[in-house]
């Protein structure tokens, strides 16, 4: 398959025949969607859940989440039946605690990559498609997104990575929920506009970077969509 020339013809397509079109290209055979159940998340889903029910949920279970998005998690799972497939870091927080202190105030990339990238390196490793919730108006570090990326894991697998929304306003993501009937996240009540680990999330300090709260502004990225590589094929 030309690759470029496929991610040039689903850029155009709406997002749910972008779906349509990345389910038929045959390359579709093993699909999976990583979620952290923001609306953006449960979006994609949605319309996953309409082609594929039992589509595997990867939640990266880092320990550090609000209480809210757990109870989140497990009242969405049992409402839509999810085939919720928890990935989990090699130590758990005690653990890691113990062995390198607080990591999140002291090395918050290093403990997003043990407690988030090296889990989800190996949880994509059997799938051929990778759906996300990722959207170029989420940060100035995705405003080159594509809807379909063909991408290399640094075990040399390849593998599609999709994002329909890429070319959505966070208005769609609200307007398509509200019609779907899609209950959200509460911390968006209260102000937030990204949403991941409790301690490195606080309200956004510039209102045209939904992700200027996370990391005390001191990175815009946690790294689960940063250690793939575009690939060719």
């Known amino acids: 398959m030309n690759v470029e020339h496929f991610a040039n013809v689903v850029e155009n397509l709406p997002p749910e025949q972008a779906l349509d079109a990345v389910l038929a290209a045959g390359e579709s055979t093993r699909v999976c969607l990583t979620s952290s159940f923001q609306a953006e998340d449960m979006a994609v889903l949605h319309m996953l859940r309409k082609r594929i029910p039992d589509v595997p949920v990867l939640f990266l279970d880092t320990g550090y989440h609000f209480p809210q998005t757990y109870e989140y998690r497990d009242r969405m799972t049992k409402l839509w039946s999810l085939r919720l497939l928890n990935v989990l870091p090699s130590r758990t927080v005690p653990e890691q605690e113990s062995a390198f202190g607080i990591l999140y105030q002291t090395d918050p990339t290093r403990c997003c990559q043990l407690r988030k990238v090296e889990p989800l390196l190996g949880a994509l490793e059997p799938f051929d498609v990778w759906f996300t919730g990722l959207r170029r108006e ?19 697998k390849q593998l599609w990575k999709v994002s329909l929304l890429a070319d959505w306003k966070w208005e769609q993501v609200w307007d398509y929920t509200n019609a779907n009937g899609i209950s959200h996240l509460p911390q968006y ?15 956004p300090v510039d209102p045209n970077n939904p992700r200027s709260g996370r990391w005390g502004g001191t990175k815009l990225e946690c790294g689960i969509h940063t250690f793939s590589k575009r690939a060719e094929a």
């Open 138 to 156: 989420q940060s100035p570090t995705r405003k080159n997104l594509k809807k379909v990326e063909l991408h290399r894991l640094p075990t040399g």
């Open 189 to 203: 009540d209260e102000g937030y506009l990204s949403i991941g680990c409790q301690p490195c999330t606080a309200l």
